[in-house]
Each structure stands twice: as C-alpha cells, then as structure tokens.
C-alpha cells in the first residue's frame, strides 16, 4: 500500500490531451508491419474494440487498429476474436456496448454474467428468461450443447425475420444466454450473424480456470484498466468506459486513491475533479494523424471530447437525412493533437471507390491539414482495398 497522497496535481488542458492521447497509443509512430503480436497489444492497451452493426465504411472493431497502427490485415482481427480455438485471444461480451475483449479480462466481467442470471441486469424483454422462461431459455441452450453452434437463423422461428433488431423469443433467449455466460460467439457469418456455443468450447480451458474475483475486486481492476486507458479521466470517465455503477466506480476509485495507483488532479476548465493514472505518460508533444470511427474510445464520451479538444461531436445516422449537418457516417480527424476536420466517408464496394461525401475543416486547422489529410484516405482506401479516393464536394 503506497497510503493516499495529499498532492493535487494540476494540468493544463493541453497536458492532459497529450497524457490522454499517449494513453490510447497515439503519437508512437505506425509500424512498418502490424504483427497479431502488436495488433494484441493495442487491444490490450484499450481493452475493448467496440462492435456495431453499420458497415457503410467498415465495421466498427476494425478501426481503432487502423487509427492507431496503419494498414493491417483484417483477417488477423478475425482470426484472433472467431478463429480455431488455439488462435483465439479475445472474446465478445457485454463491456462497454457490444465489445471484443482481451480473454484475460473474462473473469473480471462474470459478476455481471452472474447477473444477468439472476434476472438483475439487461433489458426487460430478456429478464423474463431468468425466471418466468427459464425452461425455454434451457431448451435453446440443451439443443445448442446437443447439435453444436447454432445461430438465430437456424432456429425455425429464426428463419422468418430478419433485420438487427426484430426479435422474436428465440433470439431474445439467445441473448439471454449470451448475457448471462452460458453461451458465447464462437463465430460470425457473413451478414455478421453470430453463430452461439457453449462458453466452455469457445474460451479457452486456461482462461475459464482461472479463479472468479469477487464484484468489488473486479471493479477495482476494470476501473484501473479505464484509467490506464484514459490517462487522466473524471469518475464519469471512469464508470463508463465498462458501463459500471456510480457507486461501484467511486468505491473502486476511492481504493485506487488509498493504494496510490491513482492521483487527484485538476484540469483546468473542468469542472469534475479528475485523477491521474500514476503509470501515466507524459510526453511534451504528439505527432501523427488519424482518422477516428465514431465508436472510438478516445472520442466515444462526447462531453470528454468537448473536454479534452473543445469539439463537440454527434453521430448523425439516426439523424433524417435533410436534417444532417455533416454527413452519416462521419470520422473526426486527428492531427497531432487535435481534431481538425469531419470527414463523412462510405465505401462504395461495387464501384472499387472510398467515397469522400463532405469534409468540414476546423476553423483553426492548420494550412497543412488537407494535405494530411489526404494521405490518411489514400492509407484507408488502400488499406480496405478500393482503388481509388473519390470526392463527392
């Protein structure tokens, strides 16, 4: 026990987007080659990949790769979260949203399977498996373990719907089962369907030993891997990046205080005290550009963007169309440090084109940022194999 400091640290809002920054690994410069041994290790750094159903650029969980690393091969993404068992080294779970998580943070996330077990947590439509139907749940769980992966697809009810979001109790049950722990993804089709296992053929025999922490130590480590992940961050920061409870983050938080992993801090112009990572890094400046999904981790808590980089960032693509103000699937640009422009970008497969539908500059950006860029869409198109940039203003 290193026993609670007395310092409160202060930071300049430019100080703690550089610390921030560093801490979801950028300004490191991209490798000539991403190895799944690097690929690993960004993932580490994070935590978690986001995952959404929108693919008019890319699915979700393949772009903080590119964000941070440059051009890599997808298929070492797939072949780490879907892949044989042996080369599996993440899992999907309920973390943030839907996530794709390192294995090692499975145990740090069964209280909330547990949970889900009891009929404590998810939505109502899927608590009602936890007790009323159970024995339906029990059903679709009896013929996944008799007949092996299944999908919602391949129940009968299945077969009729189609569509993210038109469930009927099949699905719901699945979900249930997936909530509570008692099945996961052991892969996804190509409409992106995933296809249920029994937990225990999916993870790793090594990874389900391991001993189960009890709720509070397992939010003591989440909340310490989202402020290894922030850098310096409010207690709001903290709870959401796994989407805990208030009470549950300040009681971690306040151990991580005592413990001295984490150190109070002031950003000036916030008005949330923040803390400090202790491991965190410092670095005088940041270098590099970057275009960022809008489920990135950096930018995914909008009022910590208008924080950190005074960018107030919304995603339009619930938004009818005549009311948009910057496009559908819009990407803020980072430039060294700051976000100086929103690029509205579509992949248009048939015709081999990353199409470029609006870019708005910051009024500040620098004279350079065009140019900048210009060279990060080449880097997508190429990475995401279209032929050619396209714009369409």
Request: no cysteine; proline share 5%; aromatic share 8%.
């Amino acid at each position: 026990m290193h026993g609670r400091s007395r310092m409160t640290e202060t930071l300049s809002i430019p100080q703690a987007r550089r610390i921030a920054l560093a801490a979801q690994g950028f300004g490191e410069g991209r490798p000539a080659q991403v190895t799944r041994q690097r690929l690993l290790r960004n993932l580490d750094r994070l935590s978690l990949h986001q995952i959404d159903s929108v693919n008019v650029l890319a699915r979700a969980h393949y772009l903080p790769t590119f964000s941070r690393l440059g051009a890599y091969d997808r298929a070492l993404l797939d072949r780490s979260a879907w892949g044989p068992r042996p080369q599996r080294r993440m899992f999907e779970y309920w973390a943030h949203e839907a996530s794709l998580l390192p294995l090692n943070l499975h145990p740090l996330l069964r209280w909330r399977m547990a949970r889900a077990d009891r009929g404590e947590i998810g939505w109502a439509h899927l608590r009602r498996f936890a007790t009323d139907h159970r024995s339906e749940a029990e059903a679709v769980l009896a013929r996944i373990q008799a007949e092996g992966p299944l999908a919602a697809s391949d129940f009968e009810e299945g077969r009729s719907r189609s569509g993210w979001w038109e469930w009927g109790d099949t699905k719901r049950a699945l979900e249930w089962l997936f909530w509570a722990g008692h099945i996961t993804t052991r892969a996804r089709r190509g409409s992106f369907e995933r296809v249920y296992d029994l937990t225990e053929r999916v993870i790793p025999a090594d990874i389900m030993a391991l001993p189960t922490p009890d709720e509070a130590e397992a939010h003591r480590k989440l909340v310490e891997r989202a402020a290894m992940a922030h850098g310096v961050a409010t207690v709001s920061d903290l709870r959401d990046y796994f989407r805990l409870a208030p009470d549950a983050a300040r009681t971690a938080i306040a151990q991580l205080a005592e413990e001295g992993l984490l150190i109070a801090a002031k950003v000036d112009g916030w008005k949330q005290p923040a803390w400090l990572h202790r491991d965190s890094r410092r670095p005088r400046r940041i270098r590099g550009q970057a275009l960022l999904a809008p489920f990135d981790p950096l930018i995914w808590e909008r009022g910590r963007t208008e924080r950190l980089f005074g960018f107030r960032y919304r995603i339009e693509i619930y938004t009818p169309a005549e009311k948009r103000v910057h496009g559908y699937y819009v990407l803020p640009f980072l430039m060294d440090e700051h976000l100086v422009a929103r690029v509205d970008l579509k992949a248009d497969r048939q015709r081999s084109r990353l199409l470029v539908q609006q870019v708005g500059f910051e009024p500040d950006a620098p004279a350079d940022a065009g140019e900048r860029l210009d060279a990060e869409l080449e880097l997508m198109a190429s990475w995401l194999d279209l032929e050619a940039v396209e714009r369409r203003s």
